[in-house]
C-alpha cells in the first residue's frame, strides 16, 4: 500500500467548476471518507484519483510518485463502483480472477491469489456460483476480492453499500472496516450517508459545491464543525442554529435537556420553549418546539434519551438549558442557505 497526496486539484467543465483547489494527503493505511450531498463533487475527485478523469489543474501523488499524467491501469489503484460491475456470465472464482488474467499472470498464480482473497472475505463457498446467485453483500465482497488479488496501492470504493437494504448497510460496515484493518489498505471511501461516514472513517474530508468544508475525525466534525454547512448536514437530527444580533447560535439536540438535569450547574444557556410534538422512537424521544426566550419564534428540536423519565405535552411551556461548553458560534455571513437547509430539516 502507500500513502496519497492530493495538491490544488480542481477539474473544471465548461465554465464550472466540479472540484475546486483541494488538498488531500491519505497517510498509508488510513481509511478517508468523502461526504457530501449528490453533486458536491466527492465522485469527480474519485475519479481524478483513478485517472478516469484528467484535473483542470493540480497533481495526483501516490507514494510519493506524481500519477497525474499517467492512465488508469498504470496507477495501480482499484475502484469499486456502486454497482459492482460483475461479469453476470462468469463464475464469482472468474470474476475474481479476470484482472490477473488479462495481464497473463499465470494459472497456479491466480488459483492461490483468488483462494487467498476468497477465505480472507469469506465467500469459498461462492466460487462456482454466478453473481445473480448470490446476495448484494456477498456481490460487494466479490467486487472487493476482484480488486484485492490486483495489490493496489490505494482502495478507490465509490458508494458501495447503496444497494443494500438498512440491516445490510450496518453488517457491511463492520466487514469493510474489518477487512480494511486487515490488509491494512489506503482507503477512499465515497458516500452522502453521514451513518456510514461516520462510523468507517478514520477521518472525513466534508465537501459542498466542490470544496471541502472541513478535514477531520469523526468526533472532530461532529463536536466542532467548522461552519453551518457542516454543522447541518452531519448530524440526524441537524444542530439548532439560531440567529443572534452578532453570530449563529448552534448545539446539538442531546446537548438541550430540561435545565432541572443540570442540577447546581450554573455556566448554562438557557432557553424556554412551547412543544409543538414529540416523536417517541423507543431510546430517545424527540421533542420539537418554538423557542419562546430568549430567542422567540425559532424552531428547535430537543432530544431525550430513554433513561430520562420526562412526561411532556403538546402547547406547553418548559424551561430546557445547554451548557455552554456545548454551543458552537459561527459567524453571521454563514446565515442565508444553511439557516434555510436546517429549517427545512426540522419541518421534514
Request: glycine share 6%; hydrophobic share 40%.
Amino acid at each position: 500500500m502507500a500513502d496519497l497526496e492530493l495538491r490544488q486539484i480542481s477539474k473544471q467543465f465548461d465554465r464550472q467548476f466540479a472540484v475546486k483547489d483541494v488538498n488531500l494527503h491519505v497517510q498509508d493505511g488510513e481509511l478517508v471518507v468523502l461526504l457530501g450531498p449528490s453533486g458536491c463533487g466527492k465522485s469527480t475527485l474519485m475519479r481524478l484519483i483513478a485517472g478516469l478523469e484528467s484535473p483542470t489543474q493540480g497533481q495526483v501523488l501516490i507514494g510519493g510518485q506524481d500519477k497525474t499524467p499517467l492512465r488508469p491501469k498504470d496507477r495501480n489503484v482499484a475502484l469499486v463502483f456502486q454497482s459492482y460491475a460483475l461479469y453476470p456470465h462468469l463464475s464469482i472464482y472468474e470474476n475474481i480472477a479476470f484482472p490477473l488474467r488479462v495481464r497473463g499472470v499465470p494459472s497456479k498464480t491466480v488459483d492461490a491469489k483468488v483462494m487467498w482473497a476468497a477465505r480472507l472475505l469469506d465467500i469459498e463457498r461462492l466460487l462456482q456460483r454466478k453473481p445473480r446467485h448470490t446476495s448484494g453483500g456477498e456481490r460487494q465482497r466479490t467486487a472487493l476480492a476482484r480488486s484485492l488479488v490486483r495489490d493496489p496501492a490505494v482502495f478507490l470504493l465509490d458508494e458501495p453499500l447503496s444497494n443494500l437494504d438498512a440491516k445490510m448497510r450496518h453488517a457491511a460496515r463492520e466487514e469493510l472496516r474489518s477487512f480494511q484493518h486487515q490488509v491494512k489498505a489506503t482507503w477512499i471511501h465515497v458516500t452522502h450517508d453521514q451513518t456510514e461516514a461516520m462510523g468507517l472513517g478514520d477521518r472525513i474530508v466534508v465537501m459542498d459545491k466542490g470544496r471541502v468544508r472541513q478535514i477531520g475525525t469523526p468526533g472532530e466534525i461532529y463536536r466542532y464543525p467548522a461552519d453551518t454547512f457542516v454543522a447541518t448536514f452531519v448530524g440526524s437530527p441537524p444542530m439548532n442554529l439560531i440567529a443572534m444580533d452578532d453570530h449563529i447560535l448552534g448545539f446539538r439536540p442531546e446537548s438541550c435537556l430540561p435545565t432541572a438535569y443540570f442540577e447546581n450547574e450554573i455556566d448554562l444557556f438557557k432557553v424556554a420553549f412551547r412543544l409543538q410534538r414529540a416523536e417517541y422512537l423507543g431510546n430517545e424521544t424527540l421533542l420539537y418546539a418554538i423557542a419562546d426566550a430568549p430567542l422567540p419564534s425559532t424552531k428547535m428540536i430537543a432530544r431525550i434519551p430513554s433513561t430520562l423519565r420526562l412526561d411532556v405535552a403538546q402547547g406547553e411551556r418548559y424551561e430546557f438549558a445547554v451548557r455552554r461548553s456545548d454551543l458552537r458560534y459561527f459567524g453571521t455571513d454563514e446565515l442565508g442557505a444553511h439557516i434555510d437547509r436546517h429549517l427545512d430539516a426540522i419541518r421534514a
